[in-house]
């Protein structure tokens, strides 16, 4: 049984900011009403966590708005068994709706404190085992444990990383922020002839960092 304390604040966040704004995936509801958010911010009041909006986690990083976790986990259309990379694990709550989702998860993270704090709230949380967490540039994925079926940057590149596309399975699906200042949330899937891209969504994030920011030519 989980610690239920605020259960109230997360059906709130749900119902309001994520099911009321259009997010359908029973899946995705459901995982982020099981998962404790404030678990990975406990540097803020916890009730405070479940706000419509991103935290401060420390090394001038945040953790995603709620809405846009919801968005990013139901565009990735997960179904277990699902294997799903992401790149930029922050405070670990995004892999840790992909775990509860059914999924197993390759995170990387390229702040290395980040990167120890994050597996610290996902072993506690009980999510230790279905979460693998790498310190390191995630620009060039995660080669020995690819294929993905989906695969989460939380950080936004200039241009679409060459080598993450070439991790996706079959009808996997790429979703990324792309752009700099002004961002829009892309879904790229590998069908039978390429990809195919739609557009989500404009937002915000972080931007990525390490190699993509030394490489001026495509990939
Ligand atoms: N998904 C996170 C939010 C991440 S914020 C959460 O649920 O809390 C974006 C993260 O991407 C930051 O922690 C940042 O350090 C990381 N990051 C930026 N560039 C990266 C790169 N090249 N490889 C891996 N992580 C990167």
Known sequence: MRDDEYAYERERM?????????????????????????????????????DDHP?????????????????????AHLRPPCRVLEVGTGSGYQAAVLAEMGCEVF????VEPLARS???????????DRVHV??????????EQAPFDAILVTAAVPRLPQPLLDQLAPGGRLVV??????????VHERTPDGFSRRALSDVRFVPMTGEIRRRGEPD
């Open 55 to 75: 935290h401060p986690i420390g090394e001038g990083q945040t953790i995603s708005q709620p809405y846009i976790v919801a968005l990013m986990s139901e565009a």
């Open 118 to 128: 994050a597996r610290g709230f996902l072993e506690a949380e009980g999510y230790g």
């Open 134 to 143: 790498r310190a390191g540039d995630g620009y060039r994925g995660w080669p």
């Open 177 to 186: 922020p792309v752009g700099e200042y002004w961002q829009v949330l892309e």
């Open 107 to 110: 995170s990387i993270e390229i």
């Open 14 to 50: 749900v119902t309001l900011q994520i099911e009321a704004r259009g997010v359908a995936d029973e899946r995705v509801l459901r995982a982020m009403r099981r998962v404790r958010r404030h678990r990975f911010t406990p540097d803020i009041d916890p009730a405070r966590a479940y």
